[in-house]
């Protein structure tokens, strides 16, 4: 705060002590007309001039002090009102990023509603480049157990490896750990759906062992099969990007785009059939 703005009282009882004194000096000259009010004249004329150029200069220093005062907290209280909304803002796409979230697995429940499912909250990722795993905030105390499937909002998202009292780890099907007996909606061509090192950068897996006579083609939806003693039959896993025949004449190779949602992902439904391996 300036010293001007500090002391405003003072400046303007100076200034109205200065007005007053003039006036007083002036009416004594109008009063008596001889030659001290013409001495008079040109002693308070000026002082008149000086006075009042003096007040108006100090009550637009002081207003101005006054205004920039009120100025800087009519912008704080702006900058905190501005704060509030976009905390606001946050909450809410939040909560919609939430909502939509539920509503996926919600869909994704409805899909596959023959088979019991409970909720999980991801709580933490493996960091290694070599794997693709994720913690889950539930375990045994939930009635989880190894070998349990796991779902996202597109399909397949992997099998639950590890089972603690109240959190589990859970191996992705991009993990090169992971092999998932697969087959063709459309056609029934069976195969395995593994994980693959490169692969898995991109988000990819890769069906192998597809007999070189298979009749897929790219765009075809690939979901689990009853050979499965893991996995139960039916589940979406992808859909098919390219395919390449096997070097030995006998096989295929396709790459798989997974249906299921791996990055920028905060739950999964864990289908709690106790399957053995």
Not at 70 to 84: F, I, M, T, Y
């Amino acid at each position: 705060m300036s010293f001007i703005h500090r002391h405003k009282r003072f400046f303007i009882a100076l200034m109205s002590f200065l007005c007053l004194a003039a006036i007083a000096v002036t009416a004594l000259g109008k009063a008596r007309p001889t030659v001290l009010r013409t001495a008079l004249g040109f002693v308070v004329s000026p002082l008149q001039t000086g006075v009042t150029r003096a007040a108006n200069w100090t009550r637009s220093k002081v207003d101005f002090f006054v205004n920039m005062s009120n100025l800087q907290s009519e912008n704080d209280a702006l900058k905190a009102e501005n704060a509030a909304l976009k905390d606001e803002n946050t909450r809410l796409s939040l909560a919609m990023q939430e909502n939509t979230e539920y509503a996926k697995l919600y869909e994704l429940d409805q899909k596959y509603a023959d088979y019991p499912k409970t909720g999980a909250e991801i709580i933490a990722k493996d960091p290694s480049d070599w794997v693709d795993a994720y913690t889950v905030n539930k375990g045994m105390s939930s009635g989880l157990a190894q070998n349990m499937a796991v779902l996202s909002d597109g399909g397949l998202f992997g099998v639950v490896t590890d089972c603690g009292a109240g959190t589990s780890t859970v191996m992705t099907i991009l993990d090169d750990r992971s092999s998932v007996s697969a087959m063709c909606a459309r056609t029934g061509d069976q195969g395995f759906v593994r994980g693959d090192r490169e692969l898995m950068n991109d988000g990819l897996c890769q069906m192998v062992y597809i007999n070189v006579n298979a009749q897929l083609i790219v765009g075809d939806e690939i979901v689990t099969s009853s050979m499965s003693s893991v996995y139960p039959k039916g589940i979406t896993i992808g859909t098919v990007t390219e395919i390449t025949d096997d070097p030995n004449g006998l096989t295929k190779t396709a790459i798989i785009t997974p249906a299921a949602t791996f990055r920028r992902l905060d739950k999964v439904l864990i289908i709690t059939l106790k399957n053995e391996s």
